[in-house]
Nanobody, 120 residues
Framework: QVQLVESGGGLVQAGGSLRLSCAAS????????MGWYRQALGKQRELVAV???????NDADSVKDRFTISRDNAQNTVYLQMNSLKAEDTAVYYC??????????????WGQGTQVTVSS
């Protein structure tokens, strides 16, 4: 069993900053990709940023130069530093983790989601 616990969401004014955290725990052999997705009201879930086990990152164009994804492999934790927040960043943010098992199978896990609201 694997648990993902997210924290750091909240209400912030436009131009402000927030830092999201997602800690994975449980029966973990190895973590491959970690990432953040978001879903605004009435819209589809979209990728925000992902980071590989080798620390390569991929960001959505809408967040480039404003958001930074990072990970702490020792703590099985992924972070999302969000700066210069805009009203259009308002969404529920979901942590996503791809685990590798000794059998070389992969399995994807999702966090419960954390609300980020940016007031204009």
């Amino acid at each position: 069993q694997v648990q993902l616990v997210e924290s750091g969401g909240g209400l912030v004014q436009a131009g402000g900053s927030l830092r999201l955290s997602c800690a994975a725990s449980g029966n973990i052999f190895k973590i491959d990709v970690m990432g953040w997705y978001r879903q605004a009201l009435g819209k589809q879930r979209e990728l925000v940023a992902v980071i590989s086990s080798g620390a390569s990152t991929n960001d959505a164009d809408s967040v480039k130069d404003r958001f930074t994804i990072s990970r702490d492999n020792a703590q099985n934790t992924v972070y999302l530093q969000m700066n210069s927040l805009k009203a259009e960043d308002t969404a529920v943010y979901y942590c996503n983790v791809v685990l590798l098992f000794p059998s070389l199978q992969e399995r994807t896990y999702w966090g419960q989601g954390t609300q980020v609201t940016v007031s204009s």
